[in-house]
């Protein structure tokens, strides 16, 4: 069974490429059969951080079906156990994606003989990111400690709560009308309560509600804090996680602090990831505890194994424990 891991960030810059580069190859080096995917449609650059040339078939290809499969698009990387397939990079623009090449998309990632699929997901929240995102429960989220990228990591996690609430029920339901109403009603400035419209929906259709809260709940984002750079960067992931629980009922798992580091721009320079290049750098270090603990949670998701065979019983790391082993 394929793992899919999509990687998003509410705002492009962050660092999102860099993490889903060299988590894919870290993920390959402990032995799972990885293949990256650049969903960054509109954007492609994911070839360019592994050193691969812009002339190979991508999911462009699969969108404007000159291919029918994705088997065409895979290519090697270099790195053992790591296929990659490119973005849309000979079919400059953004496409237009129907639902059904949308669900062919995710029938073929089902499809891929694989452990690990990772998508590198485009910034932003169009219904194509956030229907990606939402394809599992425990997707990755790219932030830096910046107020505005917090912030903008807040936004998309709303944006992705309401899509995963409206998705839970039929097209046309009277809960489906109920949530447009209440979206396209909520004005500016006051905003509107996710929490307070989850619990009109139960008071109105018990049945239905329930089922879509107790989804709700299995939703659990995993977040990378990226370019840290001071343990002051504790209060800004305090913040968002207050922020996503209070606003929106959402828990959420820190598991990554990876610092700043100008070695990362010069790995792009050079076209060598610095996984690969430099595997004692202390991003790629705590990358690879973050790639850790996502290996541990997709166990624990899968209930495949208990923690104790797999890592011990010290994954419930407080926010705190895993910034002061970060700086
Ligand atoms: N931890 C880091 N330290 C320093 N620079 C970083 C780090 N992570 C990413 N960068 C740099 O920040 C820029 C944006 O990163 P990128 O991965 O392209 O972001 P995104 O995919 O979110 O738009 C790139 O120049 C990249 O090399
Ligand atoms: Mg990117």
């Known amino acids: ?50 050193g691969l040339k812009n002339n190979h078939t991508g999911l462009g290809n699969f969108i404007y079906k000159q291919e029918t499969s994705f088997a065409p698009l895979l290519q090697e990387t270099g790195v053992p156990n790591l296929q990659f397939i490119a973005g849309d990079c000979l079919f400059p623009g953004t496409p237009n994606m129907s639902f059904f090449i949308k669900r062919k ?3 073929e990632i089902e499809a891929l003989d694989a452990d690990y699929a990772i998508l590198d ?7 194509n990111t956030l229907d990606f995102y939402l394809l599992t429960y425990n997707s990755i989220l790219v932030t830096s400690p910046e107020l505005t990228s917090i912030l903008n990591a807040y936004s998309f996690l709303k944006s992705a709560a309401y899509r995963f609430l409206i ?10 009308s109920m949530i447009d109403n209440y979206i396209n009603n909520s004005t500016a400035g006051a905003e509107s309560s996710f929490v307070a419209l989850v619990d009109e929906i139960c008071r109105q259709y018990p049945s239905s509600g329930e089922k879509a ?14 370019m840290g750079k001071s ?56 990358l690879n505890s973050a790639a850790d603990r996502i290996l541990l949670h997709t166990y624990q998701f899968n209930e495949k194994l208990e923690d104790s ?11 705190e ?3 002061r082993n970060s700086f």
């Open 121 to 127: 997901l485009g910034g932003g929240t169009t219904y």
């Open 213 to 226: 809260r107790q989804e709700l709940q299995k939703y659990r984002p995993q977040v990378i804090l990226n």
């Open 231 to 286: 343990t002051q960067d504790l209060e800004m992931a305090r913040r968002l996680r207050s922020l996503v629980w209070n606003k929106l009922n959402i828990a959420m798992d820190f598991v990554g602090f990876t610092p700043k580091d100008n070695a990362i721009e010069m790995a792009v320079a050079t076209r060598r990831p610095i996984a690969v290049s430099n595997p004692q750098n202390p991003f790629v270090v705590h």
């Open 105 to 107: 998309m995710v029938k």
């Open 309 to 319: 065979e797999f890592f011990g019983n010290n994954e419930n790391q407080d926010i």
């Open 321 to 323: 424990e895993l910034l």
């Open 167 to 176: 998705r839970q029920f039929k097209a046309k339901s009277p809960e489906r």
């Open 1 to 50: 069974m394929v793992n899919i891991l999509p990687i998003a960030s509410g705002k492009g810059g962050v660092g999102k490429s860099a993490i889903a580069v060299n988590l894919a190859i870290l993920l390959a080096q402990k032995g799972k059969k990885v293949v990256l995917m650049d969903f960054d449609l509109g954007g492609a650059n994911l070839h360019t951080l592994l």
